[in-house]
């Protein structure tokens, strides 16, 4: 168990809707970052945060958006969903002020159908 | 931006060794990660390197070369467990963000 905990486990939905993915890191943990993972193609880093402010932009569609609140608590907005954002999104977290690593959650499989 | 190749698949025996090469081209370098990811699941941090040489935990070895932009993750005494996804992720150089960017990963299937 990483400390990093993700809701909900699974979701199913159709296409044109709009769902929120939450994420909350590890107790003390600053930047949350999230990731999209598709079965053709790798981790694809989306968006991060850090200590309620956006640090860095990947691959994330104008579609998606993201926060993070005052709790560092964050979550991932997929709007106008497609049958291609079916997939599986990681939160991971790291300290702010130290430690190399990022922590993974056990993410959220969206199926759209 | 990123250029991360490792091989698709590996099959080893169980018991055996196995090495999985990570070569990698980036504007910036500030460390690299393996991670191991069974299926469906969240990836698991295995190790670091920033340095070149080889860091070693366990039964698990990585070793670094920054000037061949390469890495290699030695798995040692294979396990059926370990039978999962290797995954190599650079860190960019520059900025506060500590962004990964990941490889495609390597999927290793060990056989009794």
């Known amino acids: 168990d990483s400390g990093v905990t993700q809701t909900p486990k699974h979701l199913i939905t159709a296409t044109g809707q709009r769902v929120t993915l939450r994420c909350s890191p590890r107790s003390g943990d600053l930047s949350v970052y999230w990731y999209q993972q598709s079965l053709d193609q790798g981790l694809q880093f989306l968006i991060q945060?850090?200590?309620?402010?956006?640090?860095a932009k990947g691959n994330i569609l104008e579609r998606f958006s993201a926060q993070q609140f005052p709790d560092l608590h964050s979550e991932l907005n997929l709007s106008s969903l497609e049958l291609g954002d079916s997939a599986l999104y990681f939160c991971?977290?790291?300290?702010?002020?130290?430690?190399?690593?990022?922590?993974f959650g056990p993410g959220t499989r969206l199926l759209v159908l | 931006g990123q250029n991360i190749d490792q091989p698709t698949e590996m099959t080893a025996t169980e018991g055996a060794i196995v090495q999985i090469n990570c070569t990698y081209q980036?504007?910036?370098?500030?460390?690299l990660f393996w991670y191991q990811q069974h299926a469906g699941e969240a990836p698991t941090f295995l190790s670091y390197?920033?340095?070149?040489g080889l860091e070693e935990k366990g039964r698990f070895s990585s070793f670094l070369s920054r000037s061949k932009g390469y890495s290699y993750l030695l798995l040692k005494e294979l396990q059926m467990k370990d039978s999962a996804s290797y995954l190599c992720a650079v860190r960019d150089k520059g900025s506060n963000d500590y962004k990964l960017s990941f490889g495609a990963g390597t999927t290793v299937t060990v056989r009794a």
């Open positions: 945060y850090y200590n309620g402010e956006e640090r």
């Open positions: 390197n920033v340095l070149d």
């Open positions: 980036t504007s910036g370098f500030n460390g």
């Open positions: 991971a977290s790291r300290p702010g002020g130290g430690g190399e690593t990022q922590y």
